[in-house]
């Protein structure tokens, strides 16, 4: 590999299980959460992947996720850190986050964090409204986000027009939902002007959908619950850009919003389709392999999702995931899925030199009906504010 790629490292326990969440995560009290033989599976699956690769590619970002991976004792981080580091190159900018809920951490568990080697924070704070974060499971109140803001925002040395400050985190970001049921604009609007006076340098704002498999989808069904409305969420989405842009924020991604220099790396691997490699129960991998004129392009790999059969699996068994190759139709498809997402579109560079291609040509019927919609720019290949609207349709439409 020629450039750095990015590292995931998945924990997959969390104290109650967010009645909207289909990740891979599993509820258990804190005393019960197998800490030490978690980490020892996190060590033994990143030295079995190590002899695969010569050399390894240097990592340019990695990305705890989970689950709750604020829960992890600092120590267990710094542990898995030092030894990733010590086998492998580190770029002088490596970006290194860590997801973080309100509840779970303190002044001195983010300076023990800083300390292990984070150096972005991602805090899941998703409302500001207490009857929105009790109705869907989420262990915090608004309080409490409020209390963790204040805690980030002061370790961080970046706050808003402020000097850079001390050695704290390099950047961090605040996560939010937007459209709850019953949720109205005036309250939503409410809630983002009160997390912009905490100057968060990063805001992702998604919008709340209703997943199969979920709690929350088995409410709807039992008529317990109410969907959301997309008409109304179609407005948030919009007032959202207009007042963060206001507010000195660009757009950089469908849903995400940064001060300059604060874009997320990891993220951006994933949107320009880059590699990466995933540790933890249900982390995925993905990885080129094809040359030019091959039929396949490259592999991914998903882990045993089910956190004792995963660790299981490193103590005795080679495989411990599922690999699936993916062809050159199938890459070129998720290519542009995932750089639509991207304010700036699709990097006809990035396309060259992943598949030899111009990047207009193969697709160009479909641009052409996009454009008269006016859902694609004329001049590059970038989805428009109305086109932003219609993402999901037009991202399927690439699909082999």
Not at 11 to 23: E, N, S
Not at 130 to 150: N, P, Q, V
Not at 236 to 257: A, P
Not at 265 to 289: D, I, K, P, Q, T
């Amino acid at each position: 590999m020629k450039y750095p790629c990015a590292l995931y490292i998945h924990f997959p326990y969390c104290l109650y299980k967010c009645h909207y969440c289909d990740f891979n995560s599993y509820a258990l009290k804190e005393r019960e959460i197998p800490f030490g033989s978690y980490q020892k599976a996190l060590l033994a699956e990143w030295r079995k992947r190590l002899p695969h690769f010569d050399p390894f590619p240097s990592i340019g970002s990695v990305f705890l996720g989970g689950g709750t991976p604020s829960l992890m004792p600092p120590n267990d981080v710094a542990d898995l850190l030092g030894e990733i580091r010590r086998s492998v190159f580190f770029t002088d900018d490596v970006e290194v986050t860590l997801e973080a809920n309100p509840k779970t951490i303190s002044a001195k568990k983010l300076e023990n964090f800083r300390q292990a080697g984070i150096n972005r924070l991602s805090v899941g704070v998703q409302s500001l409204n207490d009857a929105y974060l009790a109705a869907f499971g989420r262990i915090h109140s608004a309080d409490d986000a409020r209390e963790a803001l204040k805690l980030v925002r002061d370790a961080a040395p970046w706050r808003g027009a402020a000097p850079w400050r001390g050695a704290g985190f390099k950047s961090w970001n605040a996560d939010l939902m937007f459209g709850f049921p019953g949720q109205t604009l005036k309250q939503w609007e409410s809630d983002l002007n009160e997390i912009l006076d905490f100057g968060p340098p990063h805001l992702s704002c998604y919008s709340f959908t209703v997943e199969e498999g979920t709690i929350y989808r088995r409410q709807i069904q039992s008529g317990k619950a109410l969907p959301p409305d997309s008409d109304l969420q179609a407005e948030m989405f919009e007032m959202t850009g207009n007042l963060l842009e206001k507010r000195g924020y660009r757009r950089y991604e469908i849903s995400n919003f940064a001060h300059p220099g604060h874009e997320c790396r990891h993220n951006l691997n994933y949107w320009n389709y880059g590699e990466f490699v995933g540790l933890g129960a249900g982390a995925v991998s993905f990885l080129y392999e094809g040359t030019e004129g091959s039929k396949d392009f490259g592999y991914r790999t998903t882990n045993y999702k089910e956190p004792g059969r995963y660790m299981d699996a490193l103590k005795d068994s080679p495989i411990w995931f599922d690999r699936e190759e993916i062809p050159r139709e199938t890459a070129l498809a998720e290519f542009f899925m995932m750089g639509l997402r991207l304010t700036g579109g699709i990097s006809e560079e990035i396309y060259r030199r992943l598949f030899f291609l111009d990047a207009k040509r193969p697709n160009e019927p479909l641009f052409t009906v996009f454009r008269k919609m006016g859902w694609v720019g004329e001049e590059g290949i970038y989805l428009t504010p109305k086109g932003r609207l219609f993402a999901n349709q037009i991202m399927s439409a690439f699909l082999p």
